[in-house]
């Protein structure tokens, strides 16, 4: 890692008859007779020989098998073919051996599923599938590993040693303020830096004042990171001036693109930290690139998402009563489905798509939108085009009711238990009708705990949201509607934990089409359905470039089992 960073800165006889002789007598013949009979190779005796010379043929043959003969017996009639053969026999057994060792590698080889264009290759598996797990085969092959440092445990640096103090407003709700805090950490080690502990900033949208430590264990997160970046708690003593770092424009860097390489920081942040020693820096949604940084970044915001960041310990047991409750809702134990039903009204409203309502419903939504999008809204009279282009791209939040016929295609059961993970949903009961109605077994938070369990969460919204990734995380299946970091954050965490756990993330384009085909029978969408999503379910695949590393932190994040 620190050298990476620093670079940033800087032929033969077959056997021969015998002679004529003189005229010899009757035994001198005799004799000689015998001696050529003695030397005559079998393999070139004539086809008038008598019982004597078979006999011959047949004590050498059985001295030296014929097969081994032709190619290394020097009485063989010629070099050519044995050569030929020769050559044949070793190609032969040199491709086997290829094909053997390439059959060892495909059997060794870690379940890895790879793209083909719009289409998603996954190795065959003999597993039944199953409605609750991932194949067996994709659940052994990779394991987590960011907690390891490439370099073994390294030495905390001194405080002098450091280039200076970074600090960030981490804006958003509680996923997105997440990943800034991963991505802070990433950015002080790119500029050799001390952290001070990111701000929640308060959101718009949320309007909430949580605090990093009304959310997350900061001991255990300033501890486990010691060995990679020094995080301080607040501002120096010495820089007396607190309000100037929230105001002062000389005081932040400002202007820093999305997806910033580390480059950038190098050339650009590192010398600013230099000279002011304290700099904020803003604003700081996703502000750092992927596959532009050291793979030992991207492995630290790993480490930072799932080794460092642990909610408070109430957080996480009330979390664990929740899932308990999920899986002991009837008489024995069994699995229960997370859906993250992303159809609130703002949501709706943002995605400028076109749902299902009345005249009445159309018409507040279209003021909604003036209002609050006035310059993407204009006169309106673009916006059915709009609408019709973004949901046939799958870009659209799908209804509860499109839900509940895509699980039913899926072969979920009417029994199936349901946590479902929601804002207050645009439409009401109303519009929740259709999924309740095909799946009863739909509970949310509030449905599950008490309003007295519920209320020491209440005064911070963020607590709230905690609760129902923890829940959802926990889950046998989690079914996504719509992107977001909420989503992307669990999928990939689960992936990470071993791809056993099904992550769902439904193809929203495709289902578009098959819900406006008034011709498609039920048989031909369910076939349509289980062929499309066959490897849509959190399936082992490389992170880059099709994956960020929150959805997918496979290859920087985790290792060959």
């Not at 079998?42 to 098998?65: C, Q």
């Not at 394991?143 to 001194?158: E, Q």
């Not at 990679?228 to 708690?233: C, F, G, M, Y």
Request: hydrophobic share 35%; with cysteine; proline share 6%.
């Amino acid at each position: 890692m620190a050298a990476e960073l620093r670079e940033l800165r800087h032929s033969s006889s077959l056997g021969n008859r015998s002679s004529s002789s003189p005229r010899k007598n009757p035994q001198q013949q005799q004799q000689q007779q015998l001696q050529q009979d003695d030397d005559v190779s079998p393999l070139l005796s004539d086809s008038n020989d008598g019982v004597d010379g078979a006999h011959v043929r047949y004590s050498r043959d059985h001295r030296h098998p014929f097969f081994w003969s032709q190619f290394f017996s020097e009485d063989s009639r010629g070099s050519s073919p044995s050569k030929l053969s020769l050559f044949l026999i070793i190609f032969l057994v040199v491709a086997g051996f290829v094909s053997v060792s390439s059959l060892i590698r495909r059997l060794n080889a870690p379940y890895l599923c790879q793209k083909d264009g719009l289409i998603l290759q996954c190795p065959r598996v003999k597993d039944e599938p199953s409605l609750w797990e991932n194949p067996y085969s994709a659940t052994t092959s990779w394991k987590p590993c960011a907690d390891r440092r490439s370099n073994g445990i390294s030495v905390p640096r001194a405080e002098n040693e450091t280039n200076g103090y970074i600090f960030i407003h981490a804006e958003g709700g509680l996923n997105q303020q997440r990943i800034a805090i991963c991505n802070a950490v990433g950015v002080a080690k790119i500029l050799n830096a001390t952290l001070i502990l990111p701000v929640l900033k308060q959101d718009q949208i949320w309007k909430d004042q949580t605090k990093f430590e009304d959310i997350f264990d900061v001991d255990h997160f300033i501890d486990y990171l010691k060995d990679d970046v020094p995080i301080v708690r607040d501002i120096p003593e010495w820089f007396t001036d607190k309000t100037e770092l929230f105001t002062s424009i000389k005081r932040t860097v400002k202007n820093i693109p999305k997806y910033a390489s580390a480059e950038f920081y190098i050339d650009n942040v590192l010398p600013r930290i230099k000279e002011k020693k304290i700099m904020a820096l803003k604003p700081f949604v996703d502000r750092l690139g992927y596959d532009n940084v050291p793979q030992e970044i991207n492995r630290l915001r790993c480490r930072v998402n799932y080794h460092a960041l642990k909610f408070l310990p109430h957080i996480e047991q009330m979390a664990d009563s929740l899932a308990s409750r999920m899986r002991n809702r009837t008489e024995k134990s069994n699995p229960y489905m997370a859906l993250h039903l992303r159809f609130e009204k703002g949501m709706v409203g943002l995605s400028f798509c076109d749902f299902v309502g009345t005249r009445e419903e159309k018409a507040k939504m279209a003021e909604y939108r003036k209002k609050e999008w006035p310059r993407r809204f204009k006169n309106g009279s673009h916006l059915w085009q709009l609408a019709l282009q973004k949901r046939k791209e799958g870009r659209c939040p799908l209804e509860p009711g499109e839900v509940a016929v895509i699980l039913r295609a899926m072969g979920y059961p009417k029994e199936t238990q349901i946590y479902v993970a929601s804002g207050q949903v645009y439409g009401g009961q109303n519009r929740m009708a259709p999924l309740r109605n095909m799946f009863p077994n739909l509970v949310t938070k509030e449905e599950l705990a008490s309003k007295e369990e519920l209320d020491s969460f209440r005064k911070h919204v963020t607590s709230l949201a905690a609760l129902d990734f923890l829940v959802c995380l926990k889950s046998d299946v989690f079914v996504m509607t719509h992107g977001g970091n909420f989503a992307k954050l669990i999928i990939g965490y689960r992936r990470y934990m071993g791809h056993k756990l099904k992550s769902i993330k439904p193809d929203k384009g495709l289902m578009s089409k098959s819900f406006g085909d008034p011709y498609m029978g039920w048989a031909t969408f369910v076939e349509d359905v289980v062929v499309t999503h066959q490897t849509r379910t959190g399936l082992p695949e490389e992170t880059f470039p099709n994956y960020d590393l929150w959805e997918n932190p496979l290859t920087p994040c985790m290792c060959r089992a």
